[in-house]
């Protein structure tokens, strides 16, 4: 009877392994139950403890058993978050898993909230995070190696107080876009850069040539410089020379005019001297003029250079000053005599 009922135990669980089919069982874990979901097998499993979870996979090795009891060791020792469902599989050389907290309270802040799809962990060398946050609508991605429960959850209550600085600072994502976005701009201003220098192929050549160049220009400035210095030198000598000519000139004016007037003041007493010696009567007696008929007479030929000297009687005549031709024919012998 022994022997039938051990037989029977045996046939019993090669039955359930057949029927599931994986071999998860050869581990210390049973399965309960299995569905379908989305075309794959989700095998209900329980550990010796009674604690079950959704296993997916088959074919399970003895490294991946490991892994795998290693990954439940270190979700047994968890504190804050409270297991609603675990979901464990299968993929290559690791084991993944997502955990469906049923609570999660750190610091005062209920972190169950901001994750809609729960938390997604893997374990290979060692238990690593890779999971996203829903922060009113942002998605805040944290991913790094769990060192404690602790740590995580301070992260993430980090992440909830300030998410957009958060993602600027850990989102490995935003950094790598930000990264690669200024390579790129860094990339467009080379080939600017290259474009503008007609393509050169060597960039530390090119450099050489335009350090070249700076410095010929800045010779040649140099040079260009002290030549204008030594022109401005000269053109300042030429300028106060000339200067000194002007003001020789015009002290030489001021004294020439000085003269042309004194000679125009004695030309007019010398003719009117004349016109005094030229007035005498009928045995050389003087007869002197009075000087502003002179003037009178003198005025009204520079005002009509074709007024005659019967004319000019008349004029003064008829302004009731009395003067005779003689008279105006001295004055304009001698105040026009290139017209008389």
Not at 267 to 293: Q, Y
Not at 312 to 320: I, S, T, Y
């Given at each position: 009877?022994?022997?039938?009922?051990?037989?029977?135990?045996?046939?019993?669980?090669?039955?359930?392994?057949?029927?599931?089919?994986?071999?998860?069982?050869?581990?210390?874990?049973?399965?309960?139950?299995?569905?379908?979901?989305?075309?794959?097998?989700?095998?209900?499993?329980?550990?010796?403890?009674?604690?079950?979870?959704?296993?997916?996979?088959?074919?399970?090795?003895?490294?991946?058993?490991?892994?795998?009891?290693?990954?439940?060791?270190?979700?047994?020792?968890?504190?804050?978050?409270?297991?609603?469902?675990?979901?464990?599989?299968?993929?290559?050389?690791?084991?993944?898993?997502?955990?469906?907290?049923?609570?999660?309270?750190?610091?005062?802040?209920?972190?169950?909230?901001?994750?809609?799809?729960?938390?997604?962990?893997?374990?290979?060398?060692?238990?690593?995070?890779?999971?996203?946050?829903?922060?009113?609508?942002?998605?805040?991605?944290?991913?790094?190696?769990?060192?404690?429960?602790?740590?995580?959850?301070?992260?993430?209550?980090?992440?909830?107080?300030?998410?957009?600085?958060?993602?600027?600072?850990?989102?490995?994502?935003?950094?790598?876009?930000?990264?690669?976005?200024?390579?790129?701009?860094?990339?467009?201003?080379?080939?600017?850069?290259?474009?503008?220098?007609?393509?050169?192929?060597?960039?530390?050549?090119?450099?050489?040539?335009?350090?070249?160049?700076?410095?010929?220009?800045?010779?040649?400035?140099?040079?260009?410089n002290s030549a204008l210095e030594q022109d401005l030198a000269e053109l300042t000598e030429d300028y106060e020379q000339l200067k000194a000519a002007h003001d020789a000139l015009k002290s030489n004016y001021d004294d020439l005019k000085t003269s042309h007037d004194s000679l125009e003041t004695?030309?007019?007493?010398?003719?009117?001297?004349?016109?005094?010696?030229?007035?005498?009567?009928?045995?050389?007696?003087?007869?002197?003029?009075?000087?502003?008929?002179?003037?009178?007479?003198?005025?009204?030929?520079?005002?009509?250079?074709?007024?005659?000297?019967?004319?000019?009687?008349?004029?003064?005549?008829?302004?009731?000053?009395?003067?005779?031709?003689?008279?105006?024919?001295?004055?304009?012998?001698?105040?026009?005599?290139?017209?008389?």
């Open positions: 009877m022994k022997k039938t009922a051990l037989l029977l135990l045996v046939l019993l669980t090669l039955l359930i392994t057949n029927a599931f089919g994986i071999d998860i069982t050869q581990y210390g874990y049973k399965v309960i139950d299995s569905f379908e979901e989305q075309d794959t097998t989700v095998y209900v499993v329980e550990d010796q403890a009674g604690n079950r979870f959704e296993f997916i996979g088959s074919d399970i090795t003895a490294r991946q058993a490991g892994l795998l009891m290693n990954l439940r060791k270190e979700f047994e020792g968890l504190e804050f978050i409270k297991i609603k469902s675990l979901r464990i599989g299968l993929a290559d050389s690791r084991i993944e898993s997502i955990i469906i907290p049923e609570s999660f309270t750190y610091m005062g802040t209920d972190l169950t909230q901001y994750l809609p799809s729960g938390m997604q962990f893997y374990y290979e060398n060692y238990l690593e995070y890779d999971f996203r946050m829903l922060i009113g609508k942002l998605f805040v991605r944290l991913k790094g190696q769990f060192f404690s429960e602790v740590a995580l959850a301070e992260r993430m209550v980090e992440a909830v107080a300030d998410p957009v600085r958060f993602i600027q600072t850990h989102d490995p994502e935003y950094i790598i876009k930000k990264l690669v976005a200024v390579d790129e701009t860094l990339e467009r201003l080379k080939a600017a850069d290259f474009e503008t220098q007609g393509k050169i192929a060597a960039k530390e050549q090119a450099a050489l040539e335009i350090v070249g160049q700076l410095k010929a220009a800045d010779t040649e400035a140099r040079e260009k004695e030309v007019a007493r010398l003719k009117s001297s004349t016109v005094l010696v030229s007035s005498h009567g009928a045995f050389g007696k003087i007869k002197e003029m009075d000087p502003a008929m002179v003037d009178k007479v003198v005025s009204m030929k520079q005002a009509d250079p074709s007024l005659s000297i019967d004319a000019a009687v008349g004029a003064m005549k008829a302004e009731g000053t009395k003067i005779s031709k003689d008279q105006v024919y001295i004055i304009f012998t001698v105040f026009f005599p290139e017209g008389e």
